[in-house]
């Protein structure tokens, strides 16, 4: 049974060894399915990429896609930039870039969530409703299972008085405010999913959302236990360089989305 990862980092494994990574994992697994992957997922990519170059891995005998995309569309690394402070003023003088900046990144983030999980419609800004990938999905390889992933809640329940703690090296909060709007937003990003995935199968096509919060409870950035997301990891000692793994994956949160989808796959 021929098996065909699509999607972004959270797929392709961004930061850890490429045995982690979530297909490989589910490749590794046992479950005959899974058995014979090809891995098309890329860093970086939104759904117009999946579109444009990543459904072409798709054959007549695929029987089985993961498909894990819309944080980047929805400006995910905009929207955590935008919310980070610092009582370090010179880390301060790098993050703000005034109150209108903040403010229409959020809202641009808003907006493409809602375009995300809506009706097919011309792309925006190489975003495409995610219907319209799923129908392409299923008109290539239209015997496959297509299982499609949300994301997990990036922080937890036990900020600091300084907010919720969004880096082990650097004084990094997001202020409860923004995590509060933050949680809202990653909860309407499923939600978007979960409504594009919908819109595909009143359409016939044969897609599954699978919901991956419940696997990471408790394992948020400012919970109780160690968190299965990175916050703010720098590229080297000495440098203020954010490196590619911040805000993606560890192994346990990669091992966290193959036990969902591995468990989704036998319902």
């Known amino acids: 049974m021929t098996y065909v990862a699509l999607g972004d980092s959270y ?10 990574a979530y297909p490989v994992l589910l ?8 058995s014979t992957l ?8 939104v759904t117009g990429d999946v579109l444009a170059t990543q459904v072409s891995s798709l054959r007549a005998d695929t ?24 009582p370090d003023p010179r880390l301060q003088a790098v993050l703000d870039q005034g109150a209108q900046w903040r403010a229409a990144a959020k809202a641009g983030a808003q907006r493409r969530i809602a ?23 299923g008109r290539r390889a239209p015997d496959a299972e297509i299982l499609v992933t949300g994301y997990p809640r ?17 004084p990094l909060f997001v202020a409860e405010q923004d995590a509060a709007w933050m949680s809202a937003q990653s909860e309407a990003l499923d939600a978007a999913i979960a409504s594009g995935v919908q819109r595909a199968r ?18 948020a950035l400012s919970d109780r236990q160690a968190p299965w997301v990175n916050g703010v990891v720098l590229a080297s000692l000495g440098s203020l ?8 994956l560890t192994a346990e949160g990669s091992r966290a989305y193959a036990t969902a989808l591995s468990d989704a796959s036998v319902i």
């Open 27 to 34: 490749r590794e697994g046992g479950v005959e399915r899974f």
């Open 38 to 45: 090809t891995q098309a997922a890329r860093s970086g990519a």
């Open 63 to 86: 029987r089985t896609v993961t498909l894990t995309v819309g944080g980047n569309d929805a400006g995910f690394a905009t929207v955590v930039a935008a919310c980070l402070h610092s």
């Open 202 to 219: 009143a359409g016939g096509v044969r897609a599954r959302y699978v919901d991956v919060s419940a696997e990471f409870e408790g394992h």
């Open 241 to 248: 360089v954010p490196d590619s793994s911040s805000f993606h």
């Open 115 to 137: 375009f995300l999980g809506g009706p097919a419609a011309a792309p925006q800004d190489r975003t495409v409703p995610l219907v319209r990938v799923l129908s392409e999905v």
């Open 11 to 20: 797929a392709s494994g961004e930061g850890l060894a490429p045995s982690l």
């Open 154 to 170: 990036l922080l937890g329940s036990r900020p600091t008085p300084q907010g919720h703690r969004a880096s082990d090296v650097l």
